[in-house]
């Protein structure tokens, strides 16, 4: 623990920053004041527009000119103002006394330099180094964040490198000069929960080694619960708590922080329903798809998306396929709606087989199985009114327009929308809204089994739970069966009653939710339930995990 | 890479062939007998029958297609029927000013309008923006020739800096070759500025948004540097795409301009042969700007390539 009598390495004092140079703009940050002290982790806290990442961007001086401005309070950097810093002040600090990595890997680096060369610009703009004194800097560096054949990568393009090598070339590149302070902007969001488990331990062996001052942003309770020492909960811009770590998680004094931590799904599965005789409406056998690079000249490339897949779903249950990203369980469910073709392999929706029939034999098939897609921004037509979205499937099976609109209000009402939602846009929605427009558009056609794609995953905690209950509910009202996909181990835990576990295409074990997750056979699955951040947490019920009475369901 | 090279050039061979193919049959299949178009509305018979032997008329269609390539492989393409000049000859003669006319322009273009760009996306939304596109606008709507006429009268006749027009070859010494060739250049370059300028500003604000240049921010490296080494390299794609467009178009169509400045280019033999349905030159000029295309598509390809790291074939 940080000693709380040193200066404070960042100290943020009642910042206001305003939409526009008008003084009466509102106000995205109202007042928050925090500080963040040396070798100390604080772990902004807060759900989508809670103006976290604007915090920080304040503090880099990064706010985008004229369009967001800092109208009131200091930020402080060991001491130095930031807000009236000049730009050339600033540009001096970053780098040396702040760093800062972000959530996409992927997008962050420049595509067109070797990263090796990235790392080269910040020692060439703050440093006097010459050539050779810089690259063994870098490829030191490069050690530390433990990349492996440093040379190698060094002369790499970002997109030869995998998003955890990414993000380690991000941290190597914010730490070279070895800033005081180090703004970790959702960090790990982007990456699968095994790579999140190596990066956060990362930062906190560099942080440990180098005494930095880490401000670490995210949504994630269980990031929270593996890397804060202490927390700041943010909502709609103002500070609603601050403690430490234990203090926030298991005596929240504010019912919002209550209310987050309480959607928090729990690791540990839900009370297993009873056993289904319900009859089977999907089943998948020996499901395959071989993706083929063909090339101009010489051999092609073989990808095993998917390999020999074999999965049954009964009516009014739900079925989880969970896996990382590259595991193959889009790839399955794509096969199974035949947006794609599988290679081999048999696909029965309701008794009857799927897989190889034309698409236009396929057509009447097709109501019976419908899709929610992850992200529900783009996932509807922005043209389109919500209503004739939800009507656009009944019309085509020949239901009129006057009662297929009809049908999309009591569809919307059905999903906790106002029926008069359907002349509206998607833009007018949030997006948890429009995920229930999503649902209420899959419900449309009365399918037998839903398919949802990492359907929650976009999602803030607490709409993410709200979206799950309706799901819940929608099963229990209608009957339906769900195919459900997700990285999520904490949300696979809360919904399903069956659990696939994927990885590189084939299944790996199967099973009973309360039986896999809570023992696991394979060693694949426990690495997975062990890197899930969190796990020594019941968040919902405010204790360690040790502590309760270990749900044995 | 070298590979991808022949892989690119030996794809090429096809669209050639068919290109050569429709140029053959232009003539052949059109209405009418091809020595009768040939050879005008007064000829005589012994004339038509000499054009017929001449050009194998009476030859099945493929053996004459066959006959026909082989020539144009030895470079034969024929006879000018207005002027009896060999047309390779003819076309000979005005490549030189065209493909000069064409590079002094792209060059000149490129060199102003890209930093034009850059600086509107910089200071996207200020004045500056307002005033480069401003101009762009006006790059765009003011014809060729009234530019031209101006420059002419502002800089040959009034100041008496540079001759009113003509072209010489730069054989003839740089001096004559650039004071000829420096209005012609201003006039065409232009509209070219006023493209270009717009595509780099366009391009540059997409890059702009993106996650790689905030982080070249965070990085504390000076704008001059996140514009040129981040951002610009990033838009530089669809960029390239219209430059190397904007260039095979200048070498095939300056009609305007070659007549404005009288200069003996391919724009100007084009029209004329087209106006004096001369067929054997309108034959080679299909087949000579089918050529420009494929072999600039192929270097916009290329640029790509080197471009970005992440584009392989």
Partial sequence: MADQMTNPVLDINNLVVSVGKKPNGAKIIDGISIQVHEGETLCLVGESGSGKSVTSLTTMGLLPKGTLVPSGGSVKLVGEEILTATDRRLRQLRATKMAMIFQEPMTALNPVVPVGRQIDEVLRAHTKLDAKARKKRILDMMEQVHLPQVERIFASYPHRLSGGQRQRIMIAMALVLEPKLLIADEPTTALDVTTQKQILSLIRELQRDHGTAVLFITHDMGVVAEIADRVAVMRQGRLVETGPLDTVLRNPTMEYTRNLLAAVPSLVPRPPREESKEPIVLEANDLSKIYKERAFFGKGREVVAADKVTLTLRKGRTLGIVGESGSGKSTVARCIVRLIDPTSGGVRLAGREISDISRRLLQPHRQKIQIVFQDPYRSLNPRVTVGESIAEGPINYGVSHANAMKRARELLELVGLPADAVSRYPHQFSGGQRQRIAIARALALDPDVLVADEAVSALDVSVQAQVLDLLDEIQKRLGIAILFITHDLRVAAQICDEVVVMQHGRVVEQGPAAEVLTHPQEAYTRALLEAAPGRGWDFANFRPVSEGVVATA | ?313
């Avoid at chain 2, 004045?127 to 762009?136: A, T």
Wanted: net charge positive.
């Fill in chain 2, 1 to 313: 890479m070298l590979g991808y090279l022949l892989r690119r050039i030996f794809a090429a061979v096809p669209v050639m062939g068919v290109v050569a193919l429709f140029v053959f049959l232009l003539l052949r299949l059109t209405p009418g007998d091809p020595a009768a178009i040939l050879a005008g509305d007064n000829a005589t018979p012994e004339r038509l029958e000499r054009i017929r032997t001449s050009l194998g008329l009476n030859e099945p269609l493929i053996v004459q297609f066959i006959t026909w390539v082989n020539k144009l492989l030895h470079g034969d393409l024929g006879t000018s029927l207005i002027s009896n000049l060999p047309v390779m000859k003819m076309i000979g003669q005005r490549v030189e000013p065209s493909i000069s006319i064409a590079l002094s322009t792209i060059i000149l273009a490129v060199m102003v309008a890209v930093p034009l760009g850059v600086i509107a996306a910089w200071k996207h939304g200020t004045w500056i923006d307002r005033f480069v596109m401003g101009l762009s606008v006006l790059g765009f709507s003011v014809p060729v020739f009234v530019v031209g006429y101006v420059l002419i009268q502002v800089f040959a006749i009034d100041l008496r800096w540079v001759p009113v027009q003509g072209f010489k070859s730069i054989s003839a010494g740089f001096g004559p070759f650039f004071e000829r060739i420096i209005l012609p250049t201003c006039a065409l370059s232009f509209i070219y500025i006023a493209l270009i300028a717009r595509m780099t500003r366009a391009a540059m604000l997409d890059v702009l948004g993106e996650d790689y240049v905030r982080t070249a921010r965070a990085k504390g490296i000076n704008e001059v540097a996140v514009m040129l080494r981040h951002a610009l390299r990033n838009a530089a794609v669809p960029v390239i795409t219209v430059i190397g467009t904007g260039f095979a178009l200048l070498i095939s169509g300056v009609v305007v301009t070659e007549s404005v400045f009288n200069i003996p280019g391919i724009g100007r033999l084009t029209v004329d042969a087209v106006l004096a349905r001369d067929y054997p030159v309108i034959q080679a000029m299909i087949l000579l700007t089918s050529l420009i295309y494929v072999v600039v598509n192929l270097l916009i390809d290329v640029a790509y390539t080197l471009l970005d790291p992440r584009i392989r074939y």
